[in-house]
């Protein structure tokens, strides 16, 4: 059982540049969650989904977009790579509510 | 709204001694709480849960009881072990909503 897989797990961007950061899961999971975190941090809420073709925005979406075509999937869009956006990004699952998350081994991004 | 605090760091022990990481929450009703453990270099795993009042969650030694008259649930450990040094997180999930709430993390060092 995978459970939430990421990729790539490591990357290097230019200012600028775009990307997309791959989540996905294999447990039928209806909730998925984009963090980031930067060093010595807490987590910070991109953008959640609570199902296929819903999406909504947390704390922090400026710069990124998602979509949720199938429930397995839910990838992070970079559009136009800043500095600030130097992270390490985590995705989550869940069943439900009330129910824990489940984390992907997250993606360490760099830009320069 | 909705929130957790709990205990600033770093926290820096020998090993064998007793661990308390506190934490608080806000929110109405009786969430669900968890607290999560961070390796360097690695995702966030679930440590352990409690679903409702008077709930003990507990798991490799760690154990937090959910006491809804304080509004706590705090961490402990009665012998902690270098291979405890982590970042650990006290987390939320309301009756409402889809959201989850995470605290800023409480690094702790076991020193031999």
């Known amino acids: 059982n995978a459970g939430v897989t990421q990729t790539p797990k490591f990357r290097i961007l230019k200012i600028g540049q775009s990307m997309t950061l791959q989540c996905t899961q294999d447990m039928n999971h209806n909730y998925m969650y984009w963090y980031r975190q930067d060093p010595g941090m807490g987590l910070k809420l991109i953008y959640y989904s609570v199902g296929a073709g819903i999406t909504d925005k947390g704390e922090v979406p400026n710069g990124y977009n998602v979509s949720r075509s199938t429930t397995e999937d839910f990838p992070l869009r970079l559009e136009l790579a800043a500095p600030s956006q130097t992270s390490v990004y985590f995705c989550?699952?869940?069943?439900?509510?009330?129910?824990?998350?489940?984390f992907g081994d997250g993606t360490r991004l760099s830009i320069l | 709204g909705d929130s957790v605090t709990q205990m600033e760091g770093p926290v820096t022990l020998s090993e064998e001694a007793f661990l308390t990481i506190n934490c608080t929450y806000t929110?109405?009703?009786?969430?669900?709480l968890f607290w999560y453990v961070q390796y360097p270099g690695e995702g966030l795993q679930l440590l352990l849960k409690?679903?409702?009042?008077?709930d003990k969650g507990s798991n490799k030694g760690f154990e937090a009881t959910y006491r809804k008259e304080t509004t706590s649930f705090h961490l402990e450990k009665g012998s902690v072990q270098v291979s405890d040094s982590a970042v650990y997180f006290c987390a939320l999930s309301p009756n409402t909503g889809n959201q989850f709430y995470f605290g800023t993390g409480t690094s702790l060092t076991v020193i031999p």
């Open positions: 929110a109405t009703g009786y969430p669900s």
């Open positions: 409690a679903t409702k009042a008077d």
């Open positions: 989550a699952s869940r069943s439900g509510p009330f129910q824990p998350q489940h």
